[in-house]
């Protein structure tokens, strides 16, 4: 597995969903920008920059930020922290 270095995060491409909680279909856009990822590892920082996402956490990313690269067939970006634009949260609702 991929170790990021400094404020580097290696993240796990999300596929869009198809379809609302409310059942609305979605149209497919590959070039709707920014897109959502899983953040599987995160560096250790800087020694004055504190990370600010957590593994597990489900981010967006600016699109044309992340280096891609597979390892075993699985598809990883790699990004700097600060090309990560919101942490997505389940209570986005209330």
């Keep these: 597995m991929l170790k990021p270095l400094h404020d580097n995060v290696v993240l796990k491409e999300k596929k ?4 609302t909680k409310s059942g609305i279909i979605l149209t497919s856009d590959d070039t709707q920008k920014p897109t959502t990822a899983e953040v599987i ?6 020694s004055d920059h504190k990370m600010s996402v957590n593994v597990g956490d489900i981010v ?34 209330e």
């Design 16 to 19: 869009p969903e198809k379809t």
């Design 41 to 46: 590892r995160v560096g250790s920082g800087t």
């Design 60 to 93: 967006v990313y600016k699109n044309y930020a992340p280096t891609d690269i597979e390892i075993d067939g699985q598809k990883f970006l790699i990004i700097k922290e600060s090309d990560i634009l919101a942490i997505m949260e389940d209570d986005i609702n």
